[in-house]
T-cell receptor, first 113, second 115 residues
Framework: EAGVVQSPRYKIIEKKQPVAFWCNPI?????LYWYLQNLGQGPELLIR????????DSQLPKDRFSAERLKGVDSTLKIQPAELGDSAVYLC???????????FGQGTRLTVV | AQKVTQAQTEISVVEKEDVTLDCVYE???????LFWYKQPPSGELVFLIR??????QNEISGRYSWNFQKSTSSFNFTITASQVVDSAVYFC????????????FGGGTRVLVKP
């Protein structure tokens, strides 16, 4: 069975430029998460979807970040415009439902210069 | 609010030694879930175990074992006879309704196993 797939693996952009990350969850998983992981820290939730509905986006900086999960499957996370402080690893994860084990993709390492 | 504390930031051992990783949590939920994940240098978080708050039975899986003590709000993880491939960052995480049913991660413990 395929795991969570994320792309791209690495991205380097100049500040003020837009960037988008894509995630394909495990088939049949209703819950999808986007996490942010700074160097040397644990992941922190940005947004959680139950099917196509964003049920927790309280930690998403909505002035520059947006996300969507069309048809309750794939998801895209966008940053516009990017700032230097956005440099981090962006992790996507999925689970059958909330509070069950989440499976993570390999992440996208973003560097803003 | 939920909180997970992993007081050990880094542990270094020699191969074949046992290593125990501490995890202490705080939650106001009566039903909650505890997890351990491994993050090797490749970066992908690998699921190791999930525990429900009402199941305090300890678990062993190969060289891995987990000790859940509700009385001290701890969920410790032991690697027996460590191997170089065990070198990674290990995260403890907590899930439950109090924090919106998302995973709250600790800061992680880096384990370095030297040959």
């Amino acid at each position: 069975e395929a795991g969570v797939v994320q792309s791209p693996r690495y991205k380097i952009i100049e500040k003020k430029q837009p960037v988008a990350f894509w995630c394909n969850p495990i088939s049949g998983h209703n819950t999808l998460y986007w996490y942010l992981q700074n160097l040397g820290q644990g992941p922190e939730l940005l947004i959680r979807y139950e099917n196509e509905e964003a049920v927790d986006d309280s930690q998403l900086p909505k002035d520059r970040f947006s996300a969507e999960r069309l048809k309750g499957v794939d998801s895209t996370l966008k940053i516009q415009p990017a700032e230097l402080g956005d440099s981090a690893v962006y992790l996507c994860a999925s689970s059958l439902r909330m509070n069950t084990e989440a499976f993570f993709g390999q992440g996208t390492r973003l560097t803003v210069v | 609010a939920q909180k997970v504390t992993q007081a050990q930031t880094e542990i270094s051992v020699v191969e074949k030694e046992d290593v125990t990783l501490d995890c202490v949590y705080e939650t106001r939920d009566t039903t909650y879930y505890l997890f351990w994940y491994k993050q090797p240098p490749s970066g992908e978080l690998v699921f190791l175990i999930r525990r429900n708050s009402f199941d305090e039975q300890n678990e062993i899986s190969g060289r891995y074992s987990w000790n859940f003590q509700k009385s001290t709000s701890s969920f410790n993880f032991t690697i027996t006879a460590s191997q170089v491939v065990d070198s990674a960052v290990y995260f403890c995480a907590l899930g439950g309704q109090a924090a919106g049913n998302k995973l709250t991660f600790g800061g992680g413990t880096r384990v370095l196993v030297k040959p």
